[in-house]
């Protein structure tokens, strides 16, 4: 499991937690907490593909 794709599943379980609770300060802490892991999985996305990127240009001026 890639980092990302625990911070997505981390994301949904907060996102379960908030559909399953009455009280309105739990389901804000939850719902906060979904946007960060969210947040994260995409950040960590982001820095996965800019080091491939990074990888291959390397790669490449290695090769020349």
Do not use: P, Y
């Not at 379980?13 to 939850?30: E, G, P, W, Y």
């Not at 946007?35 to 990888?55: G, K, L, S, Y």
């Amino acid at each position: 499991m890639s980092h990302s794709d625990f911070c997505r599943a981390q994301a949904a379980k907060a996102q379960a937690d908030a559909d399953a609770t009455s009280l309105d300060n739990v389901r804000d802490r939850c719902l906060r907490s979904m946007i960060a892991w969210t947040e994260m999985a995409d950040r960590a996305e982001r820095v996965a593909v800019e080091r491939a990127t990074r990888e291959a240009a390397s790669a490449t001026t290695r090769l020349l």
